[in-house]
């Protein structure tokens, strides 16, 4: 067998085993603020490690991909932890307040 051939086999049978992940484009309003990042599972919670894009309308966005299930986050504003006030779903986290809630398919 050649090798981009055993490379291409090596591929399929590690992706095979985890569903696909679906980009989840998040939205929060801000326009005033210095810095909007997102935490969550995905990154461990690390209120610094995703930074936020602001648009010229005030604006803050972002693209993840995020594995099929429920996945809770919350915004970081300045510092700040916030909760996504467009989030339907939210529940309580052990530090007595809420995470938001989405579901990705």
């Known amino acids: ?14 992706s095979s085993g985890r569903p696909a992940g679906q980009d989840v484009e998040f939205t929060f309003i801000a326009p005033n603020a210095g810095t909007v990042t997102i935490a969550g599972p995905f990154n461990n919670w690390d209120p610094r490690a995703t930074p936020m894009k602001k648009e010229k309308n005030g604006a803050w ?4 991909k995020l594995a099929p299930g429920r996945c809770e986050y919350k ?24 995470n938001c809630v989405i579901t990705v398919h």
């Open 1 to 14: 067998m050649a090798i981009a051939d055993t490379v291409k086999q090596m591929k399929r049978s590690i």
């Open 61 to 64: 966005k972002i693209k993840l």
């Open 75 to 98: 915004y970081v504003v300045d510092g700040a932890w916030v909760d996504d006030a467009s989030c339907p779903e939210l529940v309580h986290n052990s530090f007595g307040t809420r």
